[in-house]
């Protein structure tokens, strides 16, 4: 059984930078991505890296927010550059058995507890 911890959340002034990073343990992990869901709304997701490498990113964060993989140590990370008060949220780490990246919480089948980002204006 696949475990995922997150860790890195925090309360940033808007402008600031916060990293996230998920570690896996229990299995491999092919691809694996950050969702966040705010209260009131569905999760939604944020960005995404596959087994080769691949990258991709919700339009609300492209070129602030970079996801980056260590294969050997099986872990994940989310740099988060000037945030912003609409990146408040619960972020969640998944990861799932398939090459490429999944756009959709329920193509998931690993999930991390979740860690909060606060951005105040």
């Known amino acids: 059984q696949v475990t995922l911890v997150e860790s890195g959340g925090g309360l940033v002034q808007a402008g600031g930078s916060l990293r996230l990073s998920c570690v896996a343990s229990?299995?491999?992990?092919?691809?694996m991505s950050w969702f966040r869901q705010a209260p009131g709304k569905e999760r939604e997701f944020v960005a995404g890296i596959s087994w080769i490498d691949n990258t991709d990113y919700a339009d609300s964060v492209k070129g602030r927010f970079t996801i980056s993989r260590d294969g050997a140590e099986n872990t994940a990370q989310l740099q988060m550059n000037s945030l912003k008060p609409e990146d408040t949220a619960a972020y969640y780490c998944?990861?799932?058995?398939?090459?490429?990246?999944?756009?959709?919480?329920?193509?998931?089948?690993?999930w991390g507890q979740g860690t909060q980002v606060t951005v105040s204006s």
């Open positions: 229990g299995g491999t992990t092919f691809s």
């Open positions: 998944a990861a799932r058995q398939y090459a490429g990246i999944g756009y959709s919480a329920n193509l998931y089948e690993h």
